[in-house]
């Protein structure tokens, strides 16, 4: 194998659609890691939903021999990062495993917000940044004004930056010279084996593959190794890395990349951050930056037809086999039966889970309002975190509540900075800090509450931009907000379903936005029958249901039977997929009338 | 089905009511959704309808009980040629076993209704005829596209009376579009004018196929109630009261044949698009004439016994007496109480039925909002 001098672990990080994957692709093809006859459009993205999102979830780490201009032939290993906002905590891991980073940026789209943020995670990681422009060929390329954002924002020289594109292989054999000349060598500093988890994927035949860098020492197939979080110990079944494909080895050495697997089945006994050691001869202390991932964002997944919930359980199963980010409770509502409280990173990630469902698994399903988790203050003193509005405690115990906050940096064309302003101020923000990126992009930092965000605060941002503002979060600690807990009333009884938690000063608006829109889904009702948004039993806003006066047919006789029978089968039909709340039936068009859209 | 047997099953049960489809007219009126030839037929087509029919009732005449009661209707029975109206009333008396109080009711269009014909109904034995007015108002019956005049209806009705025939129906139709709760009040008082022992009153229902459907005439619903109680109240200043939804009779005119099949009645049904019921299956003939002549095989309606036994009990609840419970029961051979127990409770709750010991009923607002109950029932 390979001396420690021979090797290069670096990662690429670029902005959504910036061109990474396809850039990765270039190196396997320009390495022979992978030849043109088998070649599939970024082959590194496995799952559909990310090629049609051109959004990678999942890194994969690739290992390529590159023959050098120096006739040394290197060991790259290329690690493939999630490219969102909600995956930062991801992101951050696969920086730990690199020496250096690719920091990818489109010629026609400069700088974004989220370049920025993962500079600057690549940065305190200590890596050595490759600033690259990429798709210098399209005709709308501006490499001047990304010259001068790579300067001004992120301080890097002009004639640092490379100049390439990954589609028809410009300046690529450079780039791969310059990871050779730039990216240090891993140096260990020590035997005891460390070795960085920085993912892991549930293979089905294979159990819980886990991809790990190893730091110090070596590991190797039937060696006893413990994960330093939890103290697990387990047998090493198999060590290997990905050209492209899983190669299994005897070993994998001091700073190389590769997967290992274990005899552990469940994929949540692996923490991404975490930190493989033998359990023989222990380290003493686990690698830097492990955290614990924890769900900042809640919502109720319920099937449409009840009768899916057992599809949804086992699709669910499935799909946090492959996500442990991703958590779910069984949960049930009166109105909706029975599904799952579920936990996301983010409103992505909330996304593209509710994708994977419905488009991979076919599910038809309904999502309720989204939480955040609030911290709840009793006047007893005692604090509660809330994420479900079931639970919030009655008002009269409630001293005051906290809310979760954002940092947030967006970026945009200068002429929107007006715009961007009112946003952030409408979704209850403050700006911090306005810089320039150039002399037509700005960069503002701001602080918001996390549910703004959740709700629908990318939407608008994308609306007031014209799709050319873009941003990046992370969170920034509590505060105090009038927080209350929304109601909504049907004849009386509160329907769980539409129940939220919600900032004060936006509740009125919310109750009344649900009442039309139930107003208009109910049919009429035999009797008169109130829809009415509460707060605590006060009552905030109200809509009543159209009365029917009628539904009576006129004729029926011995040849009207059959046919009035089979219509109102029909009617029936319909009534089954309808929810009883306080003697109405309320139609499943209602609730996905309420749920699914958005506030206004 | 806690507490019913699974391995249920109705008992078929031999027609006491007979029902006879005519099916001609002089046209079809703009609102009639029952299959008539419409005006496309001369008086041999209407020969090889009497022979087909003949033929039938030759067949199934005695598989009948004796009979409780006969409709004749349609279409228009009276736009029959003369022989072939008496070959058809004659044909019943002679192949059916008709009780001596059996009730015999001929659909009537005043137009067509001569004093030949009705010394015919008289002389075999009609006891009973129902009179298409749907309106007497002149813009009510343009928007209904109703063919034909009133012309003489007065004297009709008593030459009726005259020939024997002591039961007399006036069809009308409300809630049509333009008709003013004022409208409605005065065809109801003209109708009265006539005496008649019986009244249906149709809430004028948009069905499609029709020729309103087609003009996209659409019924006003706002005054519905309003007419609903007008109607009711008028009629019962002469002694008529509601005892089906659309049916309003004194206490000995009220139509025994549709009474009985509103409560699970067997009945046999002749001529193309008549249904029959056995008490298990029902089954309709071929909407056409030509292809129930040609012995085209119906359409039949088969159930689970538990479900044919649920429909009966709900189509009772359309009428105002509803169900006594043990005739129910003796009828089907299942407790009402332990096939729609729960249901009936609910609707019980819901204001919609009244339920007791002996007998379950729908309240008026159950009349009003029959569907809803019919949609838990059944």
């Keep these: ?496 379903a539409f129940a939220s938690i919600c900032h004060a000063d936006r509740a009125v608006a919310r109750a009344r936005m649900i009442c039309e829109r139930l107003k208009d889904a109910i049919p009429p009702q035999m009797f008169k029958v109130a829809i009415q948004g509460a707060i605590g039993g006060r009552i905030i806003a109200r809509e009543d249901v159209r009365q029917l006066r009628k539904n009576v047919l006129a004729k029926c006789y011995g040849g009207d039977i059959s046919r009035k029978r089979k219509l109102l089968d029909k009617q029936r039909e319909g009534k089954k997929r309808m929810k009883e709340v306080g003697n109405v039936n309320i139609p499943q068009e209602a609730f996905v009338a309420v749920l699914r859209s958005n506030e206004e | 089905m806690e507490g019913v047997q699974t391995a249920f099953s109705l008992k078929r049960r031999a027609p006491t009511a007979l029902y006879v489809h005519v099916p001609f007219c002089n046209g079809k009126c703009d609102y009639c959704a029952f299959y008539s030839e419409g005006c496309d037929w001369d008086d041999e087509l209407q020969d090889m309808y009497l022979d087909s029919v003949l033929a039938e009732m030759t067949r199934h005449g005695k598989s009948c009980e004796t009979l409780d009661s006969v409709f004749v209707g349609g279409g228009t029975p009276t736009v029959l040629h003369d022989l072939a109206f008496q070959r058809l009333l004659q044909g019943i008396r002679e192949r059916f076993d008709l009780s001596p109080q059996c009730e015999w009711t001929v659909e009537c269009n005043p137009e067509s209704l001569t004093e030949a014909k009705i010394d015919m109904m008289g002389e075999i034995g009609v006891t009973r005829a129902s009179l298409g007015i749907q309106s007497f108002n002149q813009s009510c019956r343009k928007m209904l596209g109703r063919r034909g005049t009133l012309d003489g209806l007065e004297h009709k009705i008593r030459v009726l009376r005259h020939a024997g025939i002591s039961h007399v129906n006036l069809d009308l139709i409300w809630n049509v579009p333009t008709q003013t709760l004022q409208m409605l009040e005065q065809d109801l008082n003209r109708a009265l004018d006539f005496e008649p022992d019986h009244i249906s009153a149709y809430a004028l229902t948009v069905e499609e196929g029709t020729r309103l459907a087609e003009r996209q005439i659409e019924a006003d619903d706002d005054t519905f109630v309003e007419a609903w109680d007008l109607i009711e109240a008028t009629l019962a200043t002469r002694g008529l009261h509601r005892y089906e939804i659309s049916n309003f009779a004194t206490a000995r005119g009220r139509c025994r044949h549709n009474d009985s099949i509103w409560h699970g009645a067997a009945y046999l049904g002749l001529g193309p698009a008549a249904t029959s019921f056995d008490g298990v299956d029902r089954w309709t003939q071929p909407a056409n004439l030509r292809q129930w002549i040609g012995g085209q095989d119906p359409e039949i309606d088969r159930i689970p016994p538990l479900d044919r036994a649920a429909e009966i009990l709900a189509f009772g609840l359309r009428t105002v007496e509803g169900w006594n419970l043990v005739e129910f029961r003796n009828l089907t051979e299942v407790d009402p109480i332990q096939l729609r127990g729960q249901q009936l409770q609910k609707l019980q709750k819901a204001g919609l039925v009244e339920l007791d010991k002996t007998t379950c009923k729908p309240t008026p607002q159950g009349l009003l909002f029959n569907d809803s109950i019919m949609i838990e029932l059944i």
Excluded: W
């Design chain 1, 1 to 496: 194998m390979n001396g420690l001098d021979k090797i290069r672990n670096f990662c690429i990080v670029a902005h959504v659609d910036h061109g990474k994957s396809t850039l990765a692709d270039r190196f396997l093809l320009h390495t022979k890691t992978i030849e043109e006859r088998v070649f599939r459009d970024q082959v590194l993205d496995a799952m559909d939903l990310e090629q049609e999102r051109g959004i990678t979830i999942k890194s994969h780490p690739v290992r390529m021999q590159y023959d050098a201009d120096n006739g040394e032939t290197y060991q790259f290993n290329l690690i493939d990062t999630p490219g969102h906002v909600d995956f930062s905590y991801e992101v951050s891991r696969s920086l730990a495993a690199c020496e250096g980073a690719i920091l990818l940026v489109d010629a026609a789209q400069g700088v974004q917000a989220q370049t920025m943020a993962n500079v600057n995670l690549a940065i305190n990681q200590g890596l050595e940044i490759i600033p690259v422009i990429n798709k210098v060929d399209l005709p709308a390329a501006n490499v001047p004004l990304c010259l001068e954002q790579f300067e001004e924002i992120l301080a890097i020289p002009a004639e640092e930056v490379l100049k390439v594109s990954a589609k028809t292989g410009d300046g690529v054999k450079e780039l791969l010279e310059a990871v050779i000349h730039r990216v240090p060598p891993p140096k260990p500093e020590s035997k005891i084996l460390q070795a960085l988890v920085f993912d892991s994927i549930y293979d089905v035949y294979r159990g819980v593959v886990t991809y790990a860098r190893v730091v110090n020492g070596t590991i190797k197939a039937g060696e006893q190794i413990r994960l330093f979080s939890t103290e697990l110990d387990t047998e090493v079944k198999e060590v290997g890395f990905f050209s492209p494909t899983m190669k299994p080895v005897e070993q994998l050495n001091a700073g190389e990349v590769g997967y290992v697997i274990t005899a552990i089945k469940t994929p949540s006994d692996i923490n991404v951050g975490d930190t493989i050691t033998h359990a023989q001869n222990p380290c003493k202390e686990a690698l830097p930056g492990f955290q614990k991932i924890s769900p900042m964002v809640f919502s109720g997944v319920y099937p449409i037809d009840t009768a899916d919930y057992e599809a949804l359980k086992a699709n669910i199963a499935k799909l946090r086999l492959n996500d442990s980010a991703f958590v779910a409770q069984p949960e049930s509502s009166v109105a909706l039966g029975a599904g799952f409280r579920c936990g996301f990173l983010g409103l992505l990630h909330m996304d593209v889970v509710q994708e994977r469902l419905s488009r991979e698994y076919n599910m038809d399903l309904i999502l309720t309002y989204p939480s955040v988790i609030y911290h709840v203050y009793l006047k007893n003193g005692k604090m509660q975190e809330i994420d479900n509005p079931l639970y919030m405690p009655d008002p009269s115990t409630i001293d005051h509540i906290e809310e979760p906050m954002i940092k947030a940096q967006i970026i945009s064309p200068s002429t929107y900075m007006g715009n961007i302003m009112n946003l952030v101020l409408e979704k209850r923000g403050i700006c911090l800090k306005t810089e320039n990126v150039d002399k037509q992009h700005v960069l503002i930092t701001a602080r918001m509450p996390l549910h703004e965000i959740v709700i629908d605060f990318y939407d608008k941002l994308k609306t007031c931009t014209r799709g050319y503002g873009s941003m990046d979060y992370e969170p920034d600690g509590y505060q105090t907000a009038p927080t209350v807990k929304l109601e909504i009333l049907v004849n009386g009884e509160p329907v769980d």
